[in-house]
């Protein structure tokens, strides 16, 4: 543990601290340097995806799971059992094959006799009782074993036989899944998706990072990892960011973005009334927040500004946004939608009155 | 009250500030509108209350004031006004983060130029502003300058028409009266009708069938005074004759003297009945008794008594033609009818009396056409003036109640001789023809244009249009 993280655990108690309870600013700077530490460890191991190593970051800080996607061979599950290693948190990876059942996932109760020749049922935890739980190829499990993950995402709990058995915290599922190969696939419901605060998509690298990855890593093989952040630092971490100020105006800008992805709205944009068929719950307004959060944690700020939120808006929202198939036709994906969304709807909602002009630059 | 505060009131009156701009410009587009409407609907239609209305301009303070309430409705709370200064000062929310949660320590991180804040305050641009109020004053200031119109109403118009033209009447008939040219019987039935037509016309608007009456009225008087004026210049000129022929020595036929005689009796007659010779010298009057003794004229024997009693009888008659020319050049009785009727009698041989009344007649013709439009006998008023209707029929038509029409009159032909000839009378082939087509003015079935027979005349008018040099 080096001196940034001991000055994290030192000024725990302090974070709410001066008249009006923000994050002070020596605090910022250290879980700044602690995250950015964790992020320089992950650019080490996946290389030439910056955009998307900040993001995993931002969800990891805002307690969210994850669901990534993209072409075979792209480092996603690589990128997942990094982020473990340098979490130092317990972690378990799921391969999801057609035949997995919930119990391999959960647990089940096992009858046993205990040394007095007694028999009862003991509850064997499964795969999920970790801290980091890698669900790789989500979508090749059937519908009844992905449901199993519902109850474990949203409460960070699985209940068997009617019992609740509590999931160790802080408790991740990182998903992937693979957009291509859709025979002998389930595709997630919407549902499953909704408990997703990121879905990420993965995309090629460029030729100098291809290069430089096939020149340093002989046979695929990651540099050695090892741990910067261990449970009580991501705990005070997560604190921070619960300390993060969230404006008025923000959340306001939150809402009335939530609120434009419904087609039923009459101040949604034509865009959205013309192709989207379901809008983003409020719990997409929740991740949203709670990821602007985090976002302004990494960026060294003691509150949430628009560009937070805009930063982080498209990996939110775009999964939790139905499209008809009036959109494919057309030619939008849920990302340029969210492109849309962004330009139409202003920042602040009030506009500057027409007999005033804007401020120079 | 930090530096910050300053800048966020400032930048929060700035945002009230147009938007109170952008409501009261549209208040005071429709204010000025209405206004604008106002006074040109109190000028066209109410002229009196034309400085009145000017109070209403007054209205335009509480109209500033209904706007500043409608804007504090959904005022610029200070928040977003912090929000906005927020983002134009580019400062990622902290300015909001420490609106809502003031930090000494986060406050340093806050622009601390002054220069920062000035250029993030918005511009007055008041574009908007201007082209919704520009118009509308436009509007009401013309509408200001919009002249009053007469305050007169239709029917005092009318009135006034019928009062003026029934004053006309009143003056003409005096006029006959004095004259004298009509009968006393005919003179009291012309006052009474004249009387009726001015108590109809006093209080309600004057119709056609006024107009009709006020007409027939001044027909009736123009044929009485066409009538004397015609009997007088018959005996002037039977009296002319008679005494040139006793002056040149000129012997006429018994037949001629007799006629003469005869028709200088019957002018005579008729002038005594409507009381012509009232006016005349006492010793003329006895004179005519003497020459109408048992209703025959009896011209003295003796020449020169004969040719001093004609003298002074065509002395006479001349000056009361005067007086009728007089009267009828005073009141414009038969623009027409009268010049030509002077041409007519000045051709008849009245020694000098002729090329003077024509010279009359052509200035005052000229005077009369100079001042009023149209030269026919009888108008109703200017040509240009505007046509009064009011009192239309409805559908059913039950309007035209039966009604008892003035009496009809005949115009009565002119028995003038134009001349004695021992031949047979000359006819105007040209005069013939065009009375000839006016006859053929009846009643046509299909193809009468086609079938019509074309005058010589037509026929080159025709040619020489169409450039047609053989038929």
Known sequence: MDRETAEVEDNADATQQDD?????????????????????????????????????????????????????????????????????????????????????????????????????????????????????????????????????????????????????????????????????????????????????????????????????????????????????????????????????????????????????????????????????????????????????????????????????????????????????????????????????????????????????? | MDSADQWIDKFLKRVRIGEFLKHAADFSAVFLFTFGTIVLLVKLLMPALWPHVLWLALGALPTMIAARWYVRRDWCRRDESVAMLDNALQAGGLLMTLHERPDTNWKQQLPQLELQYQQALPKYRPRRFASFVVLPLIFAVASCFVPLRAASSASSADNHVAHRATEELEELLAALNEAPVLEEQEQEQLEQELQRLADETEKTPLTSENWETLDALRERMQIRLDSTEMNLTKALEAAGQLKQSGADGEQLTVEQKLRLEK???????????????????????????????????????????????????QKHLDDELRKLDKIREQHNCGQCRGEGQRDGRSESGRNGRGEQGQRQGGNSSQSQNNSRPGSGGINRGRGDAQMSWGDESDEQGIKFKERLLPEGLQEQPKDEVKGIKASAPDVDPATAATRGLAREGGPAAGETTTRRRLSPKHRAAVRKFFGKADP
């Open chain 2, 263 to 313: 028709n200088l009796t019957s002018a005579l007659k008729k002038l005594q009945n409507k009381g012509q010779f009232k006016n005349a010298p006492a010793e003329l009057q006895k004179n005519l008794l003497e020459l109408m003794k048992d209703g025959q004229l009896q011209l003295p024997q003796d020449a020169a008594q004969r040719q001093q009693q004609l003298e002074n009888l």
């Open chain 1, 20 to 361: 009006g309870g923000l994050v002070a600013p020596q605090d910022i700077q250290a879980a700044q340097t602690v995250l950015k530490r964790l992020l320089d460890e992950l650019r080490r191991a996946i290389l030439g995806q910056d955009e998307l190593l900040e993001l995993v970051v931002i969800s990891l800080m805002a307690r969210g799971h994850m669901l990534l996607e993209g072409l075979p061979g792209l480092g996603k599950t690589e990128l997942i059992k990094s982020l473990s290693k340098l979490l130092g948190l317990e972690f378990r990876r799921l391969q999801f094959t057609p035949d997995l059942l919930p119990s391999d996932i959960v647990g089940s109760p096992i009858l046993e006799e205990n040394q007095h020749g007694a028999r009862s049922l003991v509850f064997h935890k499964g795969p999920i009782f970790a801290n980091l739980v890698l669900a790789d190829e989500i979508n090749r499990a059937s519908p009844k074993t992905q449901s199993a993950l519902l109850e474990a995402m949203q409460e960070r709990r699985v209940t068997v036989l009617g019992e609740t058995h509590p999931l160790p915290l802080p408790f991740f599922v990182l998903a992937t899944q693979n957009p291509i190969e859709l025979e002998g696939t389930y595709p997630l419901p919407e549902a499953q998706l909704d408990r997703f605060t990121f879905k990420l998509s993965v995309h090629n690298v460029s030729s100098s990072t291809l290069q430089e990855i096939i020149s340093t890593r002989q046979h695929g093989r990651p540099p050695e990892l090892e741990p910067v952040v261990d449970a009580l630092e991501l705990e005070n971490l997560f604190d921070k960011v619960d300390a993060i100020h969230l404006p008025d105006a923000v959340s306001n800008y939150i809402a009335r973005l939530v609120t434009a992805t419904h087609p039923d709205r009459d101040d949604a944009p034509e865009v959205v009334r013309k192709f989207v068929k379901f809008g983003a719950s409020p719990r997409a307004a929740i991740a949203l927040a709670g990821t602007s959060r985090a976002a302004a944690l990494l960026a060294g700020k003691p509150n949430v500004g628009f560009d937070e939120v805009k930063k982080v808006a498209g990996s939110v929202l775009g999964h939790r946004m139905i499209l008809d198939y009036a959109a494919r036709l057309e030619g939008w994906t849920p990302q340029k939608m969210i492109d849309s969304l962004l330009e139409q709807v202003p920042e602040i909602g009030r506009h500057l009155p027409e007999d005033l002009a804007p401020a120079d630059g």
